[in-house]
């Protein structure tokens, strides 16, 4: 999509242009988020998983160790030392 189409599409539906800024707001923060998040321990960031997404008991643990940036086993000591307290 070349400027002069986008101005087109704007001036046609101007309810594009605030969609997609707000979802390049939210991918930003989430970015932020992110990458803010891998700067704590593992153990925190595992802590700050389960607040965040409460249905994590559904999603493997290869995945959640994986969206952390740690290996499984280091995720199986974290989940075993915490569990107790976040559970």
Same mark, same amino acid.
């Given at each position: 999509? &070349?400027?002069? &189409?986008?101005?087109?599409?704007?001036?046609?539906?101007?309810?594009?242009?605030?969609?997609?800024?707000?979802?390049?707001?939210?991918?930003?923060? &989430?970015?932020? &988020?992110?990458?803010?998040?891998?700067?704590?321990?593992?153990?925190?960031?595992?802590? $700050?998983?389960?607040?965040?997404?409460?249905?994590?008991?559904?999603?493997?643990?290869?995945?959640?160790?994986?969206?952390?940036?740690?290996?499984?086993?280091?995720?199986?000591?974290? $989940?075993?030392?915490?569990?107790?307290?976040? $559970?």
């Amino acid at each position: 999509m &070349n400027s002069k &189409n986008w101005k087109i599409i704007q001036k046609q539906e101007p309810i594009v242009k605030d969609i997609l800024l707000t979802m390049a707001v939210k991918i930003a923060t &989430n970015l932020h &988020n992110y990458q803010l998040d891998n700067t704590y321990d593992a153990a925190y960031r595992y802590i $700050m998983f389960i607040k965040r997404c409460p249905y994590y008991r559904r999603i493997k643990g290869k995945y959640i160790a994986s969206y952390l940036g740690i290996d499984r086993t280091t995720l199986s000591r974290i $989940m075993s030392k915490t569990a107790p307290d976040y $559970m």
